[in-house]
């Protein structure tokens, strides 16, 4: 059974950065198009950004040139950098296939913005 574990989370001031990263158990990047979501307090969760094997990164707009997607395939990883946070990203962070699997979801990781 395949498990994803988020890690890289944690309080960080508006303007600064984090690198959140995705290990899988089971060798499922290599044919999936892999991405991150979020969910804020009291919001439902929402796709962050999103990349298929070999090919580039596709973001939502409210993280447009500020966060950076990569993917590791032999390491069975993919990495979410995230630049010039502000307090709205302030949420779990999760990643997943895209679409999402139910059996996928793991705990995510929080980030929290905040001066």
């Known amino acids: 059974q395949v498990q994803l574990v988020e890690s890289g989370g944690g309080l960080v001031q508006p303007g600064g950065s984090l690198r959140l990263s995705c290990a899988a158990s089971g060798s499922i990047f290599s044919v999936n198009v892999m991405g991150w979501y979020r969910q804020a307090p009291g919001k439902q969760r929402e796709w962050v950004a999103s990349i298929a094997p070999g090919g580039n990164g596709y973001y939502a707009n409210s993280v447009k040139g500020r966060f950076t997607l990569s993917r590791d395939d032999a390491k069975n990883k993919i990495y979410l950098q995230m630049n010039s946070l502000k307090p709205e990203d302030t949420a779990i962070y999760f990643c997943?296939?895209?679409?999402?699997?139910?059996?996928?979801w793991g705990q995510g990781t929080q980030v929290t913005v905040s001066s």
């Open positions: 997943n296939t895209i679409p999402g699997r139910p059996e996928y």
